[in-house]
């Protein structure tokens, strides 16, 4: 299971994050942002970076190839991780795992206290510059660490990634626009350095 994780968590971060946050999904303005933040993740990982928005124009690139992008075919589709799964089955099945186990994880901690840094995280990156935003993810769950969780069996670092991955979702349903922004935030809070 630690290979497993270090393989998801690595360069598949955004991944297992995104399917982290879709998990349950009752809301639809925060189903709208997910839908465009995995738009925008289909984008980068199937057309690195040179996707086109507009329908093809039969011109061939210089591969001999069409200038085709998977996510215009996608726009009408809820956004997963089976659309934009990495190379092979076996590590998209991997990433379905992880962020399961993360779930469950979320799912142990203790609502009350998830629930009041929840709601300081929210006040706090309300009222900051998004560049403050990590600042405050990270304190929230150290204050949440420092008062005990009660998992101490699992390895510290799948608690912290469920607790800011549940911090994060916890604030984006109750402000949706601040999906995107939050996403990269924790992104870069949970990068692989963090991860091993």
Not at 18 to 43: H, M, N, P, V, W
Not at 73 to 79: E, F, K, N, V
Request: hydrophobic share 40%; proline share 4%.
């Amino acid at each position: 299971m630690d290979d497993l994780w270090k393989l998801s968590i690595g360069q598949n971060a955004p991944l297992v994050i995104l399917t982290f946050l879709q998990a349950d999904c009752r809301i639809s303005d925060y189903d709208e942002e997910l839908r465009d933040l995995g738009k925008g993740l289909t984008r980068d990982n199937n057309c690195n970076g040179s996707c086109r928005d507009s329908e093809d124009n039969g011109d061939l690139e210089t591969d001999g190839h069409l200038p085709v992008c998977i996510s215009v075919s996608l726009d009408d589709i809820q956004p997963s991780v089976q659309l934009h799964r990495p190379g092979n089955h076996a590590e998209a099945e991997a990433l379905q795992v992880v962020a399961a186990e993360l779930r469950e994880i979320a799912a142990q901690l203790e609502h009350s206290m998830v629930a009041r840094a929840t709601q300081n995280l929210s006040r706090n990156i309300l009222s900051s510059p998004c560049q403050d935003w990590q600042k405050y993810l990270s304190q929230e769950v150290d204050k949440v660490l420092r008062q005990g969780v009660g998992l101490e069996h699992l390895p510290l670092e799948r608690i912290i990634v469920a607790l800011s991955l549940t911090l994060v979702k916890g604030v984006c349903q109750q402000a949706p626009k601040l999906l995107r922004n939050l996403f990269y935030v924790a992104l870069q809070y949970i990068s692989p350095a963090r991860a091993s």
